[in-house]
């Protein structure tokens, strides 16, 4: 009980955040716009999580095709999900940053960015809201064909720091919502990626330029050493990212070449 108030505690700060943002920018965007758009995104939200859910592989297949994804590794030479969390698991507070990495650096930090570029910069929201949408799509035809276990619940020496460390987070995930089985690809990392470009290429202070850098370089940390993922997942996760921008992308190319030609 007491973990799951911290948890409603840390919600409760970020929901005062993002109101905070939109009373402070309530002159730049139309309160029926935005009640639409939100209604857009809620709905968004949920039917990628319920169909996510819903698609969970076997725990055989899953199994089966992670001991392919460790193998593969090892041939490359790069299994070394082990080693790297040994560097941290005894030394708590790195520990605790990757946790709060990869619980508070996702969600509530999307939906910050979300809020700000679709104030000051609508355009631009639009662009990374659709890239979010395509690369889901893409993200959830992979889980289905390709389920697999992620090194917490595989046979290599790792441990889940989320859960013994901050069981809360998966405490309130609704079980219809969780597919256990969609280590590849990392789209917690993918979707980190996007959100780097996005304040990379509109922030204008270098602060927030270097934010725009260096949050997906610690997602990427993050991701591997609490267990969560294997080497190749947050790279997979970054290319169905990055497809998902740019059939967007040039898609948008098109619709302006088509206005401009009528």
Do not use: C
Not at 189 to 197: D, S
Request: without cysteine.
């Amino acid at each position: 009980m007491e973990a799951l108030a911290v948890k409603s505690a840390r919600w409760l700060i970020v929901a005062m955040l993002v109101l905070f943002v939109l009373y402070r920018n309530r002159a730049l965007f139309d309160r029926a716009h935005f009640a639409r758009e939100l209604a857009l995104v809620v709905v968004a939200y949920f039917a990628y999580f319920l169909v996510r859910g819903l698609t969970q592989g076997s725990e055989a297949t899953a199994m089966a095709n992670a001991d392919r994804l460790i193998e593969f590794e090892r041939e490359l030479g790069i299994l070394w999900e082990p080693w790297l969390q040994s560097l941290i698991i005894d030394h708590q507070p790195l520990v605790t940053l990757m946790n709060w990495a990869y619980i508070w650096g996702h969600w509530p930090l999307i939906i910050l960015v979300a809020i700000w570029l679709y104030t000051m910069r609508p355009e631009t929201y639009r662009l990374y809201r659709n890239a979010f949408m395509v690369s889901g799509a893409i993200g959830l035809v992979i889980f289905a064909s390709f389920p697999v276990a992620p090194p917490r619940l595989a046979d290599i020496d790792v441990i889940d720091t989320v859960t013994l460390h901050s069981s809360a987070y998966r405490v309130l995930q609704p079980p219809a919502l969780v597919n256990q089985y969609a280590a590849m690809p990392s789209l917690h990392f993918g979707w980190n990626l996007l959100i780097g470009i996005a304040i990379f290429t509109t922030a204008r202070s270098w602060e927030m330029k270097a934010f725009g850098v260096v949050k997906p370089v610690v997602m990427l940390l993050s991701v591997v050493l609490t267990a969560n993922h294997y080497i190749l997942d947050p790279v997979a996760g970054a290319a169905v990212a990055l497809t998902g921008l740019a059939i967007v992308w040039n898609t948008r190319r098109e619709d302006e070449y088509a206005d401009v030609y009528k």
